[in-house]
């Protein structure tokens, strides 16, 4: 005779959870009735080819969308697939973030962390961002929420209240240098990473980091592993002659901030530094492992997950972010010391599709010298930031043949792109220009090849 079904687990409501004595966050408008965000159209726009022979079955993303109408989208495909999620959002500061633009030094507006109904609005939008983000994690999966002190205390409720507070795994104090504020309290200098999993328990991916010994240590047992004696009965030292890997990493991570003049710099306001996220991506997935960003930013997680072999999903609302990250990861592909895994950027979402019209602009075509060669030459602008030629354009999707960005502010850019076609005969091509704040502009050209 079977035993009767056991019942489901049902996760305890608000009420129920203050009843137990469980705090919890209570805000003005919380339970305000919020509109379920529309799926964003998922069209291919933009592909950038893999490199090499044959192409990579899976295909990195990187989609312009607000993340709660992305991940609608994306949800069918990617729920409980997603092994690790890095989050940078916005901190509620009231301000707005922008970089510095073309030749002329003109900033431009990367995002705004203004909020018009105020505190409310701010946790009512992150609460609701965090239960569609737990929602594509894997059942080993981990979110790090990346925060400082003007909403740590409030988004630590958050996750406790959307994860459940036996899936917290640690609180990180990222400590830092900066130029120091001339103020009457004591220098604010560290931000905050929680971590937690899709689950309570130990499933999560996990690679034990190590970090140099202290100077007393190395003074009194030198190099060379400890352990612990018990033979006597009572614990202690004791050594062996394995070399030790050093101490096991501790909560408090002491990386410097990016330097004004560093290689990673790509200008973009609150970048994170390569050196953090490496850390994370190294200590929380393996290789292979499908890592996504929500707030890509400037691309520091995307970047480093492709540098590490990880897969990524990458999104942000901001046309500069999205243009930012794809600079950056077009870079990894010209990067002649490293054999990259990078199989395609695919762009989605209608904010795109209505971003690239076809336009004017100017660009010179003529035959390049060579039976079936062509020549195009774009003249110098200070504006102009990175511009893209699909040989063979379909009318749809830019598939990027020949590429060329500026690497920093004020460098020349390349201004000549050749291309020898196979056979004879009419071709499309499409010219994609982009200017320092992320506008595009597109154009499409008329060649007969061997004519």
Known sequence: MMPPPRAMKRKPSRDEESARGLPTLRWPGEDDVRAAPAPAELTLVEEYPAIGASAPAWKNLLIQADNRRAIAALLPRF?????????????????????????????????????????????????????????????????????????SHYLRCLL????????????????????????????KMHDVLFWYGKTPGDSHAWTPLYEGLAASTLATFGTKRQVADFSSGRRKPSQTD????????????????IAPIARERV???????????????????????????????????????????????????GPLAVHTTKKRLLSLRADAARTSSFAA????????????????????????????????????????????????????????????????RNAPLPREAVHVYREAGEKQIAVQRVDTSGAELRRILRWKAGA
Not at 104 to 130: H, K, N, P, V
Not at 391 to 402: E, P, Q
């Open 267 to 317: 200008g973009y306001p609150t970048q994170k530094p390569e050196a953090l996220l490496r850390r994370v991506i190294e200590a929380a997935s393996r290789p292979g492992d499908l890592v996504a960003d929500f707030f890509a930013g400037s691309g520091t997680t995307l970047a480093v997950a492709e540098k590490l072999g990880r897969r990524f999903l990458g999104c942000d609302l």
């Open 345 to 408: 950027l695919e762009i989605f979402a209608e904010a795109r599709k209505t971003k690239a019209p076809e336009a004017t602009f100017d660009v010179e075509i003529g035959p390049l010298g060579v039976p079936l060669g062509v020549k195009l030459t774009l003249p110098e602008s200070a504006s102009l930031d990175y511009w893209g030629v699909d040989w063979d354009h379909d009318g749809k999707t830019f598939r990027g043949g020949f590429h060329a960005l500026r690497e920093k």
């Open 160 to 187: 406790d209240q959307v994860f459940g507070a036996a899936s917290f795994k640690n609180e990180i104090v990222w400590r830092y240098r900066r130029w120091p504020a001339k103020t009457r309290v004591f220098q």
């Open 79 to 151: 729920e409980g697939k997603v092994d690790l999620i890095y989050l940078d959002p916005p901190f509620a500061t009231g301000g707005s973030f922008a970089m510095l633009g073309g030749g002329e030094g003109a900033e431009i507006e990367a995002y705004s962390d203004q909020w018009e109904e105020g505190l409310g609005d701010y946790l009512s939008t992150m609460r609701e961002q965090l239960a569609l983000f737990r929602a594509l994690l894997s059942p080993r999966g981990t979110i790090f929420l990346h925060c400082d002190w003007r909403v």
């Open 242 to 257: 394995e070399e030790t890997l050093g101490a096991p990493m501790a909560d408090v991570w002491d990386i410097g901030i």
